[in-house]
């Protein structure tokens, strides 16, 4: 197996994307990197959803703690986002226009509250042009109790990506 990492960003307390990252941790031994942004986004779920559409409206891309510095050990890169505003989240929208994916391996997680995966893949595509993406995977919330055996299953689908 190649070497993978899992990046991803999860702002909510329930953590769906950060649990989703877990388990494909547990089932790859990937390493993970979880993103943060300087200014945390608003704790309440109001205030968090107007600021997100606000930073939409004014194309306004947060700050990030950190990225990661080298992709160079890496083949393969899992990156996970909750869906926000039926797109990938501003913090890992940030983080796409600032690493480079060229020639690496791209396989799309994300967590959504019940209007699906959105415009997540298609962005991801035009952004990340130089990158190879496979099948991405959708949750609900967690995920549920079926999470493991459809990772695994995507995991296997994607055989050729790892
Ligand atoms: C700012 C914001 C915008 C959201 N927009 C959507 C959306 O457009 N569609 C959807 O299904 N869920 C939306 N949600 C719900 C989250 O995608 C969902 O709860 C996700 O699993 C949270 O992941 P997390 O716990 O890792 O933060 C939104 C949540 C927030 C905070």
Redesign the pocket.
């Known amino acids: 197996m190649t070497k993978s990492l899992i990046i991803?960003?999860?702002?909510?307390?329930?953590?769906?994307?950060?649990?989703i990252a877990e388990i494909i941790r547990q089932q790859t031994e990937a390493d993970v990197f979880r993103v943060k942004t300087v200014k945390p986004?608003p704790d309440t779920?109001a205030a968090?959803?107007a600021?997100?559409?606000m930073d939409i409206l004014s194309s306004t891309l947060p700050e990030l703690q950190k990225i990661p510095a080298d992709l160079n050990d890496y083949d393969t890169i899992f990156l996970g986002?909750?869906?926000?505003?039926?797109?990938m989240?501003q913090p890992i929208k940030s983080l796409v226009k600032q690493v480079d994916f060229s020639g690496k391996k791209l396989l799309p997680f994300?967590?959504?509250?019940?209007?699906?995966k959105?415009k997540y893949l298609a962005k991801l595509s035009e952004t990340c042009k130089g990158a190879i993406i496979g099948t991405g995977i959708a949750?609900?919330?967690?995920g549920g109790p079926e999470a493991e055996t459809q990772i695994s299953d995507w995991l296997k689908q994607n055989g050729n990506m790892l």
């Open positions: 991803y960003y999860s702002w909510s307390e329930a953590a769906n994307t950060k649990h986004y779920y968090c959803v600021k997100a559409g986002t909750p869906i926000w505003w039926g797109n989240s994300c967590t959504h509250g019940g209007g699906g959105g949750f609900l919330k967690n």
